[in-house]
């Protein structure tokens, strides 16, 4: 179902994928620098998520400032929270890559403000720890100050997401997290010599299970 969502004078492009039974609890998902919400990965996590009984919104905003996107992640979850029709207990959001960095900002923020507990927790979809062959600048400033549960895929080859600096950041971490690393997989989650399918399977399957553990 497309609905667009008001912000400020403009609008948000988004996408419900609905499961049949009536979900309790949703994912929230935006795409990374490039692309928008149709990006294969996310609509293949949103449909995944649907067949098993959970609401998927996800949406399209482009721009490269960070604060831009994550005020557009807040529109959204407001829009969501305010829901007559879908009427759910929290949320989860979820990002891909740049996307994750602004649900972390949002996250982050709308602790500060006290916010009841709406939002359940984060995934983090190659997470940008740090620009290519730039590992002294770490975005980890959001991380370290979010308490709900954080899940972590990325690939092992991650040119942004150097596998010892995540496990590092991590472990800094007040929040309950888990890493789950996809072997040899790069920022895009592509592997050599493996279908992307079946990447995605693996990704969908660890983002589910999760997600189950955590919704309360």
């Known amino acids: 179902v497309k609905v667009t969502i008001p912000f400020g004078k403009k609008y948000i492009d988004a996408i419900y994928s609905i499961p049949e039974k009536k979900s309790t609890y949703g994912v929230i998902l935006t795409h990374g620098a490039g692309g928008d919400m149709n990006f294969p990965h996310l609509v293949s996590l949103a449909s995944y998520l649907a067949s098993r009984g959970v609401l998927c919104l996800r949406f399209t905003c482009k721009g490269l400032n960070v604060a831009y996107r994550a005020k557009a992640f807040k529109t959204v979850v407001e829009y969501l929270k305010l829901s ?23 996250i982050r923020h709308l602790s500060q403000e006290d916010d009841d507990d709406f939002i359940q927790g984060l995934v ?3 997470y940008p720890l740090h620009r290519p062959k730039l590992q002294s600048k770490l ?20 040119e942004m997401c150097d596998q010892q600096l995540l496990e590092g950041v991590a472990s800094k971490m007040k929040a309950s997290k888990r890493i789950h690393w996809i072997e040899k997989a790069n920022h895009g989650m592509a592997v ?3 279908a992307t399918d079946d990447v995605m399977e693996e990704i969908n399957a660890q983002v589910f299970s999760w997600l189950r553990e955590n919704a309360e």
Do not use: T
Not at 96 to 101: Q, Y
Not at 145 to 158: K, M, N, Q, Y
């Open 84 to 106: 007559d029709e879908y009427r759910l207990s929290g949320v989860f959001l979820a990002g891909r890559s740049m996307g994750s960095r602004a649900a972390a900002s949002v």
């Open 139 to 158: 975005r980890d400033e959001d991380l370290l100050f979010i308490r709900c549960p954080v899940l972590f895929i990325s690939g092992s080859a991650d």
């Open 124 to 126: 983090c979809l190659s």
């Open 192 to 194: 050599k010599g493996r």
